[in-house]
Structures are given as structure tokens and as C-alpha cells.
């Protein structure tokens, strides 16, 4: 099976390659990346017509909630992954907070199964750090590495005991597998819904003090210094946090981090209409904490961009803004609010932009995706950055729509997105471009 991408603007952050050409796929595989107009299009099964849109690297979403098993009414691997391909999402690691949790060899091995017969991207199931997510015992790294588990953690639980994180980090290293800690210091914010600002203040919303998430990651910070072992931040959202990941990889610390779209587009003056879309884990800061992440992005210091695409149903965001479920189905939105948010504004190259969604993520989780090099599997994205249009939460492929961003107008259109050389999702503007 042979399909040509043609009038293709090739955007590979990998190779720093932002060039018109065409891009051969064979057999799932990239075999060729050319000038434009190379190929003679009828030696190819299929001919994809780009129109001049960007070609890139399908994106890499390092932090996704899928669900299943346990809460499949929020949402399932099947649509979790139609999801992810309508939002140019080829690759998902997906977090271990399912009912039962993936703290064992066969409830890895079911979502790894799952993924294959009814998936439609790439899943890479992230194990628990420790069994049951208790924080008391460490699960079987060593096991589930070997069935092809890339990282772990208890994500929306904190390790708390700091004897127990070193162990991990330590046990963890030697079998160079990836450490993500939920950063939470519960004593702190256990009763916070929102960011203990002044608009938590004034709203009378329990507030989450920055030193609730600060605190755990310098205690992360310092165990993976004094281990030399590798610790990865998820979600980070206070200034605080980002000086002093900024201040580690300075001293040589091996730690990478992520932020997520959420926290680039939004701060906690969007507290005010009480829209339990908007409460999610850890919590909206204030402009200034969102300043400071924006410039750990473009700095480097935030090496990747990340959903925690988080499903809930309507019946767990329909409540009392202290009681609604925590989080955002964000897999079909961060793109474009990437690119609205940053690219749009002259703060970040697109080219950089796609870095932090593709071959950065990719490069954390060690996995051969987020580049177009030949040899690669075609997983790819055709988008149109410049395209406008308005967000319509009612028309998610995901399954849940708790989304704060409905009705935002934004820029960019995923036209279609490849998962081995297949197409898994195309726009209905975008049709008419597929041959075969
Ligand atoms: O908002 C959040 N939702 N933060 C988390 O850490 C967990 C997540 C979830 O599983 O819903
Ligand atoms: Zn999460």
C-alpha cells in the first residue's frame, strides 16, 4: 500500500525541516520525504492533496485520562483515541486512575489489548507507582516495563511518604523508566477547588495555596537530584514551580516538565461565573503565574504541552462548583489553542510550537514517534493553522464535553490525521482531497 502526500508544507520540529514537498508512505512506514512535484501520483494507492496545509508529525499527548476500564460513561479507549485523532493526537500515554487501576501486569496488558482492537491511535498505558495508587507498596516496575509500559505514576494522587518516591525514583531509574508525580501536598489542598487567589477570595471558593504543589515538587526536585534518577512534572501552573524546574535543569537535574493548554489560555478571573467547566486539578492560576508558564515555554523549561484531557459526564459537572468532578476533555481543542494562543500572537514559531506537542513529548516518554525521518511510521497530522472557527463542545468526538472553551473562536483545523498510514480521521472539508 503506497500513499503520496502532495502539495505538502513539511513541518518536522525533529529535523527544524519547514519546507513545500511530498511525503511517500509505504506500507505504513515513511519512506520518502521530497521536493514537491517529485511522485507521479498514479504509482501511488493513495494521493493525498494537502493544498498547501502543514504536514507534521501526528501530536504526542503525554497525559490522558481514557477511562476505561471502570468509567467507560466518561469515557472509552474507543473514544478517547477518535478523540485524540480528531484533535491531530496520534499518540496518547494514558493515566493509570481507572477503576481497577493500572497497577498490574494484566490490567496493562487488557488497555494494551483494548487499544489494539478498538483503538485508533497509539496507546501507551502509564502504570501506577504504586499499588492500588495507596502510596504504600511499589508495583512491579520491572514487570510492566517489560510488557511495554514507558512510564508511571499515581497521577491525581501524590506519592506522600518521601521515603517511598525515592525508592521509586531509584528502582525506576535502573530500568531507565519515566517518574511522574502527581506534585500535591494533600495537607495543604485537600479542601482548595481553586486557586487561592483573590478571585477564590471573593467568590468565597476554598482556595489551593501555590505552596500545596510548590512544596511537593521541590521535595521531587531534590530526590531525583540527590538519586540522579529522571522525574517528570505534569501540569505545572504556578510561577513558582517553573523557577525552580528552570533553576534544576540549570544545575543539571534531570527533570523535563509539561504544562497544558488550559493554563496558556486561561487565568482565575474565568472563576467568576462559577462554571464548574473551569474547575479542574491542579487549579487556574492568576495572570501572573500564567505569565511565567508562557515564558517557561518558550524557554524551554516546560519542554512539553500536554492535555490532561480529563472526561467527566455532565451528571459530575452539573453540581455545586465545589462538588463538580475535577478537570477538561481537552484532546479536541489544544492545538488550536496553541496556536491561538501562542503562535497566533507572535510568541512562539509554529515550528517550535509543534515541538513541544511532538518530538519533545515523544523524547520523554522514549518512544520512536513525533518526527517525519524516514523509517518512521507515518503517523501524521494535516492541519491548516490559519484557519478560523468556532469550538463546538456539543460536537466532541469525545465522548464527555466539559470543555470552559465552547464557543471560543480559535485558529487552526485539523484536516485529517494518519496512524501508520492510515487515515483515522478526516475533516468533512477535507474529503474531497483523498483519492482511494
Ligand atoms: O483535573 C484533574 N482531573 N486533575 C487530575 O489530576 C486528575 C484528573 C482526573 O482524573 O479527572
Ligand atoms: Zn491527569
Known sequence: MKTLIKN?????????????????????????????????????????????????????????????????????????????????????????NTNPPLDNLAMVELVFSKAKQQGVVNVFPIACITKGRKGEELTEMGELQAAGVKAVSDDGEPVASPALMRSALQYAGMLDLLVINHA?????????????????????????????????????????????????????????????????????????????PHYLVLTDECLAG?????????????????????????????????????????????????????????????????????????????????????????????IPKGTLAVGADADIVIFDPEAGRVIQAKEFVSQSNNTPFDQWKVKGRVLATLVAGTPVYIDATFAGNIKK
Open 274 to 366: 462559577y462554571d464548574t467547566n473551569v474547575r479542574v486539578n491542579p487549579p487556574i492560576p492568576e495572570a501572573s503565574d500564567q505569565a511565567a508558564l508562557i515564558e517557561g515555554v518558550l524557554d524551554g523549561t516546560l519542554d512539553a504541552i500536554a492535555t490532561d484531557h480529563a472526561p467527566h459526564s455532565r451528571r459530575e459537572k452539573e453540581k455545586e462548583f465545589a462538588l463538580a468532578a475535577p478537570g477538561i476533555s481537552g484532546l479536541e481543542t489544544s492545538l488550536s489553542l496553541v496556536l491561538t494562543a501562542l503562535v497566533a500572537t507572535g510568541k512562539l514559531s509554529l515550528l517550535e510550537a509543534l515541538r513541544r506537542m511532538t518530538v519533545n513529548p515523544a523524547n520523554i516518554l522514549k
Open 184 to 260: 500535591e501536598e494533600k495537607s495543604l489542598t485537600e479542601n482548595g477547588v481553586a486557586h487561592g487567589g483573590f478571585m477564590a477570595a471573593k467568590l468565597g471558593l476554598a482556595g489551593v495555596p501555590r505552596s500545596g504543589l510548590e512544596i511537593m515538587i521541590s521535595r521531587d526536585l531534590l530526590l531525583a537530584e540527590e538519586t540522579g534518577c529522571r522525574i517528570h512534572i505534569p501540569h505545572v501552573s504556578t510561577a513558582g514551580a517553573v523557577r525552580m524546574i528552570r533553576e534544576a535543569k540549570a544545575r543539571g537535574v534531570k527533570v523535563t516538565a509539561e504544562t497544558a
Open 8 to 96: 505538502a508544507r513539511i513541518m518536522d520540529p525533529a529535523s527544524g525541516v519547514d519546507k513545500p514537498g511530498e511525503v511517500l508512505i509505504e506500507d505504513g512506514r515513511i519512506v520518502e520525504i521530497t521536493a514537491a512535484n517529485v511522485h507521479t501520483p498514479q504509482k501511488s494507492d493513495r494521493v493525498i492533496d494537502a493544498q498547501g496545509a502543514v504536514v507534521a508529525p501526528g501530536l504526542v499527548d503525554l497525559h490522558v485520562h481514557l477511562r476505561e476500564p471502570g468509567e467507560e460513561y466518561k469515557e472509552t479507549i474507543a473514544s478517547g483515541t477518535r478523540a485524540a485523532a480528531a484533535g491531530g493526537v496520534t499518540s496518547v500515554a494514558c493515566m493509570p
